[in-house]
């Protein structure tokens, strides 16, 4: 199973952290193809990081199913706090 299956399967994750997209999960096994898709490794962070013109030249694919699950993480994150504001845990 290469870099793509795995971001489908969910086994990796990335997100966008300031100018970077930082991929996180098992990238061991895939760090050469992560290489090769533009991937460099941060080792102060240990996690490889994808910069936006590398992310830009991905499969649009790829890229698509990563700004889905983006967009997912965002409206999850949304309805978590409005439950916790909701539920006095949380307040303004």
């Known amino acids: 199973m290469g870099f793509k299956e795995k971001l489908f399967s969910g086994e990796l994750k990335i997100y966008p952290v300031e100018d970077v997209y930082r991929i996180y999960g098992k990238t061991f096994e895939d760090k050469d193809e992560i290489k090769e898709l ?32 983006i967009l997912q993480e ?19």
């Open 38 to 69: 533009g991937g460099v490794w941060n080792s102060e962070r240990k996690v490889f990081e994808i910069s936006r013109e590398a992310f830009a030249k991905l499969d649009p694919e790829v890229r698509d199913k990563i700004l889905h699950l």
């Open 74 to 92: 965002k409206v999850k994150s949304k309805k978590v706090i409005e439950e916790n504001i909701l539920n006095d845990n949380l307040k303004l």
